[in-house]
């Protein structure tokens, strides 16, 4: 139920970000549940990759995925983890940049299949006298979609896509840095309180668990794929988010904790489709804001590819030969 709560609460607020109060559904955007929504997404989205997604994932796996398939231990805690990590990706890339990309009024605005003013035929507000004539900009005005008559303008499209989807990004990493002290400090109390004590006992022999799912090192490395290039400010955001990472297991290890058998899987793969994006979003910026040297970037991108595949498949037949 959190979890589903909580992908309605991400999906309204990318799919609404740049609505206005006249439209259909209704929605208030200077009501206090909205404004709390605004400004708390970013958190939203860090408490639900840190603890909520990891249960929902290990959920999938052992109560649905096994009807499709039968899988021993290892392969169980491999599926686990990249279902973890393809459900975090959802939450903050692939659902933001969509949504972003379909609803912002800057891109292919159709948000204004919602304005109420854009569904009144008759609507005044876009009706202008000049003399004796009559003129309505209503259908400039409220036209969207790509393959319509509104031309949607790309290198605004993606100027206002990054503006507004970066700063999540910067935010929900340090949410994740609050998610990972609250875990730290629940764990220690949890260590002074009660495990510390059955150990002395001899009660516990064997340390309690913690789950290296926290950790999302792959979706720290995703960020860094994607937004490395056009957000340098994102590459020791994420070294720090990382370094916190190493501070609390080692803390926690010293403390007769013990990692979980869900080892992070870390699925070099998928990042091909990341790095993929990445380029896009680049060569889109540089060609549709007309920026010089824009062809030597694409070169560029291309040959960096080429040099990859050649080195990907030198390596694999290096290891299959030996």
């Known amino acids: ?19 206005c109060n006249d439209n259909i559904l ?4 200077d009501s206090w549940w909205y404004v709390v929504l605004r400004y708390s997404v970013w958190l939203l989205i860090a408490v639900n990759n840190s603890f ?16 499709c398939a039968t899988w021993n231990r290892e392969q169980k805690l491999r599926r686990i983890s990249v279902t973890a990590s393809v459900l975090r990706s959802l939450n903050l890339v692939y659902i933001p940049m ?20 854009c569904r009144d035929e008759h609507a005044q507000e876009f009706v202008f006298e000049i003399g004796t004539e009559k003129y309505s900009i209503q259908q400039s005005v409220c036209d969207y979609g ?10 605004k499209c993606t100027r206002s896509v990054l503006e507004e989807w970066a700063i999540i990004i910067v935010f929900s990493a340090f949410g994740y840095v609050c998610c990972m002290l609250g875990f730290w400090l629940y764990s220690v109390s949890r260590y002074h309180l009660t495990l510390k004590r059955q150990y002395e006992s001899r009660q516990r022999t064997v340390g309690s668990l ?20 056009s957000m340098p400010f994102v590459i020791p955001l994420i070294a720090f988010v990382l ?29 091909i489709l990341t790095n993929a ?10 060609v549709s804001n007309h920026m010089k040297g824009r062809y030597l970037v694409i070169a560029g991108d291309l040959f960096v590819d080429l040099v990859f595949i050649v080195w990907w498949y030198w390596y694999r037949n290096k290891i299959s030969n030996d």
């Open 146 to 155: 790509f393959l319509r008559t509104y031309a949607m303008d790309y290198g």
């Open 210 to 229: 913690i789950n290296v799912e926290y950790a999302e090192i792959w979706n720290h490395v995703q960020i860094v794929v994607i937004f490395g290039c």
């Open 1 to 19: 139920v959190l979890f589903v709560c909580c992908e309605f609460l991400i999906v309204l607020y990318f799919g609404t970000v740049s609505w």
């Open 243 to 271: 370094l916190v990472n190493k501070w609390v297991y080692q803390s926690l290890l010293t403390r007769k904790f013990r990692l979980s058998d869900v080892n992070p899987y870390f699925p070099a793969r998928l990042l």
């Open 98 to 117: 969509l949504l972003l990309i379909i609803m912002h009024n800057d891109c292919a605005r159709y948000n204004n299949a919602f304005w109420s003013k």
């Open 52 to 67: 909520i997604v990891p249960r929902i994932a290990k959920h999938l796996v052992k109560k649905v995925f096994v009807f």
């Open 26 to 29: 209704g929605i208030d955007f």
């Open 277 to 286: 994006m990445q380029q896009i979003l680049i060569i889109a910026f540089v």
